[in-house]
Protein backbone atom coordinates (compact mmCIF):
# COMPACT_ATOMS: atom_id res chain seq x y z
CA UNK A 1 0.00 0.00 0.00
CA UNK A 2 1.30 3.61 -0.84
CA UNK A 3 1.68 6.12 1.56
CA UNK A 4 1.38 9.86 1.03
CA UNK A 5 3.17 12.53 3.69
CA UNK A 6 0.72 14.78 4.81
CA UNK A 7 1.88 18.23 5.62
CA UNK A 8 2.69 17.17 8.88
CA UNK A 9 6.01 14.95 9.23
CA UNK A 10 4.78 12.63 11.64
CA UNK A 11 0.94 11.66 10.47
CA UNK A 12 1.31 9.39 7.29
CA UNK A 13 -1.72 9.04 5.71
CA UNK A 14 -2.71 5.27 3.23
CA UNK A 15 -4.28 6.02 -0.23
CA UNK A 16 -7.31 4.89 -0.92
CA UNK A 17 -7.17 1.43 -3.18
CA UNK A 18 -8.50 1.78 -6.80
CA UNK A 19 -12.54 1.03 -7.12
CA UNK A 20 -12.26 -2.48 -9.08
CA UNK A 21 -13.64 -2.42 -12.63
CA UNK A 22 -17.82 -2.41 -13.11
CA UNK A 23 -17.48 -0.57 -9.63
CA UNK A 24 -19.44 2.79 -9.54
CA UNK A 25 -19.00 5.65 -6.98
CA UNK A 26 -22.64 6.65 -6.50
CA UNK A 27 -23.91 3.20 -5.66
CA UNK A 28 -24.90 2.76 -2.19
CA UNK A 29 -22.55 -0.04 -0.30
CA UNK A 30 -23.61 -3.20 0.65
CA UNK A 31 -25.77 -3.05 3.67
CA UNK A 32 -26.96 -6.73 5.15
CA UNK A 33 -29.45 -4.79 6.91
CA UNK A 34 -31.48 -3.25 4.64
CA UNK A 35 -35.24 -4.02 4.22
CA UNK A 36 -36.96 -6.78 1.63
CA UNK A 37 -38.44 -3.85 0.30
CA UNK A 38 -35.41 -2.66 -0.67
CA UNK A 39 -34.65 -5.58 -2.93
CA UNK A 40 -33.45 -8.22 -0.44
CA UNK A 41 -35.59 -11.46 -1.41
CA UNK A 42 -33.23 -13.75 0.25
CA UNK A 43 -35.34 -13.70 3.17
CA UNK A 44 -38.34 -14.83 1.53
CA UNK A 45 -37.31 -18.04 0.47
CA UNK A 46 -36.12 -18.90 3.73
CA UNK A 47 -39.43 -18.25 5.17
CA UNK A 48 -41.47 -19.74 2.27
CA UNK A 49 -38.90 -23.45 3.30
CA UNK A 50 -40.06 -23.13 6.85
CA UNK A 51 -43.37 -22.25 6.44
CA UNK A 52 -44.18 -25.24 4.12
CA UNK A 53 -42.02 -27.56 6.56
CA UNK A 54 -44.33 -26.37 9.02
CA UNK A 55 -47.20 -27.03 7.32
CA UNK A 56 -46.29 -30.64 6.44
CA UNK A 57 -44.33 -31.37 9.83
CA UNK A 58 -47.95 -30.24 11.14
CA UNK A 59 -50.04 -32.63 8.91
CA UNK A 60 -47.69 -35.34 9.21
CA UNK A 61 -48.68 -35.49 13.35
CA UNK A 62 -52.11 -34.80 12.64
CA UNK A 63 -52.35 -37.86 10.34
CA UNK A 64 -50.40 -39.70 12.53
CA UNK A 65 -52.54 -39.02 15.94
CA UNK A 66 -55.89 -39.64 13.98
CA UNK A 67 -54.34 -42.83 13.00
CA UNK A 68 -54.19 -43.73 16.89
CA UNK A 69 -57.60 -45.57 17.13
CA UNK A 70 -56.52 -49.17 18.36
CA UNK A 71 -59.94 -49.80 20.84
CA UNK A 72 -59.57 -49.84 24.69
CA UNK A 73 -57.14 -47.42 26.50
CA UNK A 74 -55.41 -47.18 22.98
CA UNK A 75 -57.98 -44.52 21.38
CA UNK A 76 -56.41 -40.81 21.33
CA UNK A 77 -60.05 -39.37 21.69
CA UNK A 78 -59.92 -40.74 25.63
CA UNK A 79 -57.40 -38.10 26.04
CA UNK A 80 -58.04 -34.50 25.97
CA UNK A 81 -54.09 -34.02 25.79
CA UNK A 82 -53.93 -35.68 22.51
CA UNK A 83 -57.33 -34.14 21.08
CA UNK A 84 -55.88 -30.65 22.06
CA UNK A 85 -52.39 -32.16 19.75
CA UNK A 86 -54.40 -32.86 17.08
CA UNK A 87 -56.42 -29.91 16.90
CA UNK A 88 -53.67 -27.41 17.35
CA UNK A 89 -52.03 -29.66 15.02
CA UNK A 90 -54.56 -29.27 12.39
CA UNK A 91 -54.14 -25.25 12.94
CA UNK A 92 -51.19 -24.96 12.68
CA UNK A 93 -51.53 -27.06 9.33
CA UNK A 94 -53.77 -25.14 8.24
CA UNK A 95 -52.00 -21.44 8.70
CA UNK A 96 -48.64 -22.34 7.44
CA UNK A 97 -50.10 -24.24 4.16
CA UNK A 98 -51.90 -20.60 3.53
CA UNK A 99 -49.25 -18.45 4.72
CA UNK A 100 -46.68 -20.54 2.52
CA UNK A 101 -49.04 -20.08 -0.98
CA UNK A 102 -49.44 -16.57 -0.04
CA UNK A 103 -45.76 -16.38 0.01
CA UNK A 104 -45.16 -18.52 -3.01
CA UNK A 105 -48.11 -16.21 -5.13
CA UNK A 106 -46.10 -13.12 -4.01
CA UNK A 107 -41.87 -14.63 -5.28
CA UNK A 108 -44.07 -16.28 -8.41
CA UNK A 109 -45.88 -12.63 -9.01
CA UNK A 110 -42.07 -10.82 -7.97
CA UNK A 111 -43.94 -8.12 -6.31
CA UNK A 112 -42.13 -6.45 -3.09
CA UNK A 113 -42.61 -7.66 0.55
CA UNK A 114 -43.51 -5.50 3.07
CA UNK A 115 -43.40 -6.34 6.53
CA UNK A 116 -46.29 -7.45 8.57
CA UNK A 117 -47.05 -7.74 12.03
CA UNK A 118 -49.85 -10.26 11.42
CA UNK A 119 -47.00 -12.38 9.90
CA UNK A 120 -44.94 -12.21 12.87
CA UNK A 121 -47.96 -12.58 15.54
CA UNK A 122 -49.38 -15.16 13.53
CA UNK A 123 -46.39 -17.32 13.53
CA UNK A 124 -45.70 -16.85 17.23
CA UNK A 125 -48.97 -17.48 18.05
CA UNK A 126 -49.66 -21.04 16.15
CA UNK A 127 -45.96 -21.70 17.03
CA UNK A 128 -46.99 -21.26 20.95
CA UNK A 129 -49.77 -23.69 20.17
CA UNK A 130 -47.71 -26.19 19.24
CA UNK A 131 -45.31 -26.10 21.81
CA UNK A 132 -48.26 -25.84 25.01
CA UNK A 133 -49.41 -29.01 23.04
CA UNK A 134 -46.40 -30.44 22.58
CA UNK A 135 -45.33 -30.21 26.41
CA UNK A 136 -49.29 -30.59 27.04
CA UNK A 137 -49.56 -34.11 26.01
CA UNK A 138 -45.77 -35.27 26.55
CA UNK A 139 -45.88 -35.97 30.44
CA UNK A 140 -49.16 -38.89 29.90
CA UNK A 141 -46.75 -40.20 27.05
CA UNK A 142 -43.87 -40.75 29.10
CA UNK A 143 -46.00 -42.08 31.67
CA UNK A 144 -47.64 -44.93 29.53
CA UNK A 145 -44.21 -45.62 27.62
CA UNK A 146 -42.97 -46.39 31.30
CA UNK A 147 -45.57 -49.05 31.48
CA UNK A 148 -45.62 -50.61 27.97
CA UNK A 149 -44.18 -49.24 24.47
CA UNK A 150 -46.17 -50.07 21.42
CA UNK A 151 -47.47 -49.21 18.55
CA UNK A 152 -49.73 -46.31 20.30
CA UNK A 153 -47.54 -44.51 22.83
CA UNK A 154 -44.60 -44.81 19.81
CA UNK A 155 -47.33 -43.18 17.36
CA UNK A 156 -48.15 -40.59 20.03
CA UNK A 157 -44.73 -39.80 20.69
CA UNK A 158 -43.48 -39.53 16.95
CA UNK A 159 -46.21 -37.02 16.55
CA UNK A 160 -45.47 -34.96 19.83
CA UNK A 161 -41.80 -34.90 18.42
CA UNK A 162 -43.48 -33.64 14.67
CA UNK A 163 -45.09 -31.27 16.53
CA UNK A 164 -42.35 -29.79 18.51
CA UNK A 165 -40.42 -29.83 14.97
CA UNK A 166 -43.40 -27.94 13.23
CA UNK A 167 -43.24 -25.03 15.89
CA UNK A 168 -39.39 -24.89 15.59
CA UNK A 169 -39.86 -23.70 12.03
CA UNK A 170 -42.75 -21.24 13.02
CA UNK A 171 -40.24 -19.85 16.09
CA UNK A 172 -37.75 -19.60 13.35
CA UNK A 173 -39.55 -17.62 10.71
CA UNK A 174 -41.19 -15.56 13.32
CA UNK A 175 -37.89 -14.46 14.49
CA UNK A 176 -37.24 -13.62 10.17
CA UNK A 177 -40.61 -11.85 10.42
CA UNK A 178 -39.65 -9.88 13.62
CA UNK A 179 -35.96 -8.91 11.79
CA UNK A 180 -38.56 -7.96 8.79
CA UNK A 181 -40.27 -5.78 11.22
CA UNK A 182 -37.57 -3.92 12.58
CA UNK A 183 -35.65 -2.95 9.16
CA UNK A 184 -38.33 -1.66 7.69
CA UNK A 185 -39.28 0.56 10.62
CA UNK A 186 -35.86 1.93 11.05
Known amino acids: MAMVESPSPNIIKPLSPPLPSGAHKDKAPYNPYTSPAQGDDNLDGIVLVLRTAAALLAFVAVAVVASCRHGDWMEFTRYQEYR ?3 GVSVVASVYSALQATRGFR ?6 AYAASFLDFAGDQAVGYLLI ?9 TIRMRSAVVNTFTDAIAASISLAFLAFAALAFSAMLAGFRLSAAYN
Open 84 to 86: YLL
Open 106 to 111: RMRANT
Open 132 to 140: TASSAALPI
